[in-house]
């Protein structure tokens, strides 16, 4: 593992208590940032700062249970983070859902609206509750976790696909907002991976997946951390307001 030096920076993932998010704090602990956690699910928080304060020391690993799509709990947990470290250099949006599979036709608008607010709207919330005090240190390096889906729409998963293209979208526009402020906005383009949110998912859809990547094979979570870490440090220094792949050779643009 090439070390990313993250030394003295302070970093915030959302997700981050399974799959793709924790594999992200890993990377960025191991690399040497302060990590704070945000996520809905307290038992899971729970046992990540455990097994994370037991790795790597306490005073580098801060939990916070937040609902993401409600603005009062994301602006206390980013006033929280602040507190708790002095600073935040670094966010990594990457908490998510599925949603569940079926045509478009199909999907209840509660669905639809549930994936829409948690993929989309959740990360304005957080950018919105963050950046201001990235501008205050005139420094940080936003990550967003979109989907290969974004690019190309995955049938049966309008609403997800439809999140995550949005998710780009915001990327695009806010890389360029804070493209002179030393405040650098990226997305990565995952293909699948083989995390807990399978479980939302068909078998059908899990094999179209997997048939529509060329390596034949499903992203490992460290191979995207690796990728965001990079993306989270300061040699990142003249790529904003870009999408970077990661799906095996599936995308085509």
């Known amino acids: 593992m ?11 993932v959302t997700g981050g208590a399974r799959g793709i998010g924790h594999a992200i704090v890993r990377r960025l602990l191991q690399s040497g940032a302060a ?3 945000w996520d809905a699910d307290e038992g899971r928080l729970a046992q990540a700062a455990q097994t994370l304060e037991a790795a790597f020391g306490a005073p580098r ?6 609902e993401l799509t409600r603005e009062d709990e994301v602006e206390a947990a980013a ?3 602040a507190q708790r470290f002095g600073k935040i250099d670094i966010l990594v949006n990457n908490a998510g859902i599925t949603g569940g599979n079926a045509p478009t036709w199909e999907l209840e608008p509660q669905a639809w609206r549930r994936v829409i607010e948690v993929n989309l709207v959740a990360p304005y919330l957080v950018c919105r ?4 005090r990235m501008l205050e240190n005139g420094y940080g390096r936003i990550v967003n976790i979109a989907s290969i889906a974004g690019k190309e729409g995955n049938p049966n998963a309008s609403h997800y696909s439809a999140s995550k293209a949005g998710l780009i979208g915001l990327t695009k526009s806010l890389g360029k907002e804070l493209a002179g402020k030393n405040i650098l906005v990226n997305a990565v383009t995952p293909a699948a991976a083989k995390t807990d949110i399978f479980a939302q998912m068909t078998a ?3 094999e179209y997946m997997r048939s529509r990547i060329p390596m034949g094979r499903f992203l490992e979570v460290e191979e995207v ?4 870490a990079w ?10 307001g870009s999408v970077v792949d990661i799906s095996g050779g599936r995308a085509v643009y």
């Open 2 to 12: 090439n070390k990313i030096d993250l030394d003295g920076r302070v970093a915030i």
């Open 35 to 37: 990590v704070a956690i």
């Open 61 to 66: 690993v801060a939990t916070q249970a937040v």
């Open 79 to 81: 006033r929280a983070t």
């Open 129 to 132: 509750a963050v950046v201001p």
């Open 204 to 206: 059908e859809h899990i």
């Open 225 to 228: 951390a690796a990728m965001v």
């Open 231 to 240: 993306l989270a440090s300061e040699e990142c220094s003249f790529t904003t």
